[in-house]
């Protein structure tokens, strides 16, 4: 699955906030509203979730079986990428002043991967209640978390510089965001045989 590779990349985020100074942390990034403090809680991996996504009951109903499943949902008309944008930033806002930079970078480089290494035995198919799709697979929740955290690396990297994103993240993450649209739409618009929008796909 890709949980190695999450975890390389929260260990990425530890690396680059470990040698930031305080006007690094202030800086704005190219999300409006968004400091590099705020982007870094709402990226920063909370065990706590992910224990209480293994023991929730799973509802019943369709599962989602694909990162590219998760995100189309997300980012639908109507989907909480569009309804909850103004809440999800005031978030990371208010997680950006009660969480020091400390334990930020602990979450990173400790607890994230601590939290993983929880769910070792949990198969890729296994089924886990998620709060807005209801059931998904442990892979597809992955899945997103991978494309999740390798976006707003991107945004950091913008706003601060440092190192590129991991090869493996950036190819790992162009392959789900290619399988968002339609298969057909996207291959048509990708080929210049129709103007049909289908970008962007993430917001």
């Known amino acids: 699955?890709?949980?190695?590779?999450?975890?390389?990349?929260?260990?990425?985020?530890?690396?680059?906030?470990?040698?930031?100074?305080?006007?690094?942390?202030?800086?704005?990034?190219?999300?409006?509203?968004?400091?590099?403090?705020?982007?870094?809680?709402?990226?920063?991996?909370?065990?706590?979730?992910?224990?209480?996504?293994?023991?929730?009951p799973v509802p019943d109903g369709h599962t989602v079986t694909s990162g590219a499943e998760m995100l189309r949902i997300f980012n639908s008309p109507g989907g909480i990428a569009h309804t909850a944008a103004d809440d999800i930033e005031k978030a990371a806002r208010r997680a950006a002043e009660s969480l020091g930079i400390d334990e930020l970078l602990r979450r990173f480089d400790k607890d994230g991967p601590a939290g993983l290494a929880e769910l070792d035995a949990v198969r890729p198919t296994e089924v886990l209640a998620h709060p807005i799709v209801g059931r998904v697979t442990y892979r597809a929740f992955a899945e997103v978390a991978v494309v999740d955290v390798t976006v707003h690396l991107l945004d950091l990297i913008?706003?601060?510089?440092?190192?590129?994103?991991?090869?493996?993240?950036?190819?790992?993450?162009?392959?789900?965001?290619?399988?968002?649209?339609?298969?057909?739409?996207?291959?048509?618009?990708a080929t210049g045989r129709s103007k049909v929008a289908v970008l962007p796909v993430m917001r």
């Open 158 to 189: 913008a706003a601060v510089g440092g190192p590129p994103v991991p090869e493996p993240a950036l190819r790992f993450t162009r392959e789900v965001l290619a399988a968002v649209p339609a298969a057909v739409d996207f291959i048509e618009a």
């Open 1 to 56: 699955m890709n949980t190695e590779l999450l975890e390389e990349l929260w260990r990425s985020w530890a690396d680059r906030g470990s040698g930031f100074t305080a006007a690094d942390w202030a800086t704005q990034t190219r999300l409006p509203g968004w400091s590099v403090h705020a982007l870094f809680a709402h990226v920063a991996p909370d065990p706590a979730v992910l224990r209480a996504l293994r023991a929730a």
